[in-house]
């Protein structure tokens, strides 16, 4: 049996590894300790006490480590160091979002102290600034969350009333109830040099100016869709944050946000006034989809039209605001939603069911999977929607989605690509069709015919099945087009030929265990 000296120095991974066995067996904290007290009444841990455990700040003796390695069956050595497995100390997900977590351990590394510290030098060391640091809390709470905030819900109900459509008139009437006085300004959008050197159009189409002012575009007034998301995101500042001081600015271009503040966007040190600017940003833009498409009147419009994007036509709001709600309001929570700009820049991303981001980053990287819809499109000028069943390999096996894109201009006259889609295997494998087989099927259909292939007509009957449960319409219009193989670089193309010359595989021994490797020999 190891002492408690031993034990400690041994022990970096025991508190996750409780925590884990804890909640892949669904007990609470209460549980455990009551299953320890049913094996040894004197040497059992309190709850308080398997709190501390699991949170890395106390160490469990011998007596009380084999009294819970009894409840969970393990060996006490299951527990140490040397035992460690990437399974055993990988977050469990919870069953909000789709994303998978690290596991933070050591645990003495990832205190506050050490990531306060280690945080600004890695962001300055990526080039990362405070700013994409903060939309990337956000868009994480979001994922987690799955985009479900009822709060905000509440709070734009309360103001519209479940009124929908909303037209302008009725929040220009919400705007003068909230005593905000509207003046409208000429601003022409012009051409910048994002922080990537691309060139765009950028100007601002509104902003809101303390105590009560609100300046509007002069452009605003020919396109009513885009008034009324303004009108209603500056109705939602005020009725969340009681007109404040923070000034806040909605832009028309390809930044990665909307709205700019008035801290420096460059500054690789994270900003506590610009992480606090960027979350009200999110809540604003939030509370103006909840107010122009209350969850449950617009979930049934999207019930009776199959999920269409066409529907904001009949609600004179624009299909971003459509495309993003319908991740909020729709019963099947595995949805994702990217808005691309060329040439291949991610503005705004939504994967609440996980899957990887098309560039393997937030912008464009040398070896881009070119199939995913979202990237073709941004290379087309069609005017029509793009349906796509896609399969591609994860951590977690073959996945097949669906997707429909479209091709928009912003306010400034900047291209841009808007992408809603899901992840079918969940719906597949609740009819019992075993979706990993059936996706391992398409893939290798697909790669059989060179990355492209007609669904074979045993997948396409359970695509059809599952479209039809949904009641989402593109999903059959995909199911009618070849599906394409996808992969989140390509570096890792299954495609024959590749979409990318073969590189050499890189020689992944480190200077350590190449030493190690001539020692040895030499021996």
Same mark, same amino acid.
């Given at each position: 049996m190891k002492s408690h000296a031993s034990l400690m120095r041994q022990s970096h991974f025991l508190g996750t590894k409780i925590r884990n066995l804890r909640k892949q067996h669904h007990l609470t904290l209460e549980d455990l300790s009551a299953r320890c007290i049913k094996i040894d009444p004197e040497a059992a841990p309190s709850v308080s006490y398997i709190s501390m455990i699991e949170r890395g700040k106390r160490v469990p003796g011998k007596d009380m480590l084999t009294i819970i390695a009894a409840v969970f069956q393990k060996e006490i050595d299951w527990f140490m160091d040397d035992a460690v497995s990437e399974a055993a100390i990988t977050p469990v997900k919870s069953g909000h979002g789709g994303i998978s977590g690290m596991a933070l351990e050591p645990g003495f590394l990832f205190s &506050?102290? *050490? =990531?306060? *510290?280690? *945080?600004? !030098? $890695?962001?300055? /060391? #990526?080039? #990362? #600034?405070?700013?994409?640091?903060?939309? =990337?809390?956000i868009r994480a709470h979001q994922e987690h969350h799955r985009n479900h905030f009822p709060d905000l819900e509440r709070a734009a109900e309360d103001i519209g009333l479940k009124r929908m459509p909303l037209h302008v008139d009725d929040l220009m009437a919400i705007v003068g109830k909230l005593g905000l006085t509207i003046k409208w300004f000429t601003r022409t959008p012009k051409e910048v040099l994002d922080e990537t050197g691309a060139r765009s159009k950028s100007t601002v189409r509104s902003f809101f100016d303390p105590p009560g002012t609100l300046y509007l575009n002069e452009l605003l007034k020919a396109e009513p869709a885009r008034l009324k998301y303004d009108l209603a995101l500056h109705i939602g500042h005020c009725t969340l944050h009681n007109k404040d001081g923070l000034k806040s600015v909605l832009l028309a271009g390809r930044n990665q946000s909307n709205t700019g503040s008035t801290n420096s966007a460059k500054s690789f040190q994270p900003d506590a006034q610009d992480i606090l600017g960027a979350w009200r940003d999110f809540e604003c833009s939030f509370f103006a989809g909840a107010l122009l498409c209350p969850r449950i009147p617009f979930r049934q419009l999207l019930e009776r039209n199959s999920y269409e994007v066409s529907v904001h036509r009949q609600l004179d709001v624009s299909p971003s605001v459509v495309m993003r709600r319908m991740t909020a309001v729709s019963s099947y929570p595995h949805w994702h939603y990217f808005d691309a700009y060329p040439p291949g820049t991610l503005k705004a991303?939504?994967?609440?069911?996980? *899957?990887? =981001?098309?560039?393997?980053? $937030?912008? =464009?990287? !040398? &070896?881009?999977? /070119?199939?995913w819809s979202v990237f073709r499109m941004i290379n087309n000028d069609s005017a029509d929607s793009s349906a796509q069943i896609s399969v591609l390999e994860t951590s977690n096996g073959p996945r097949i989605y669906c997707c429909e894109s479209v091709n928009v201009e912003d306010m400034a006259g900047n291209p841009h690509v808007l992408c809603a889609g899901i992840d079918l295997n969940p719906v597949l494998d609740t009819q019992g069709r075993a979706a990993s087989e059936l996706a391992a099927s398409l893939k290798e259909a697909c790669v059989r015919g060179g990355g492209n292939a007609d669904i074979p007509t045993s997948i396409r009957k359970n695509l059809l099945s599952a479209a039809r449960i949904l009641n989402i319409g593109w999903i059959e219009r995909g199911i009618s087009n070849p599906a394409r193989v996808i992969c989140s670089r390509g570096s890792v193309c299954p495609r024959t030929p590749a979409c990318y010359p073969a590189v050499e595989s890189p020689d992944t021994l480190t200077v350590m265990e190449k030493m190690q490797q001539a020692i040895r020999q030499e021996c």
């Open positions: &506050d102290n *050490i =990531l306060q *510290i280690a *945080i600004p !030098e $890695m962001l300055a /060391q #990526t080039g #990362t #600034t405070g700013r994409q640091f903060a939309h =990337l809390l991303v939504y994967r609440g069911n996980g *899957i990887p =981001l098309p560039w393997g980053n $937030m912008r =464009l990287v !040398e &070896d881009p999977c /070119q199939n």
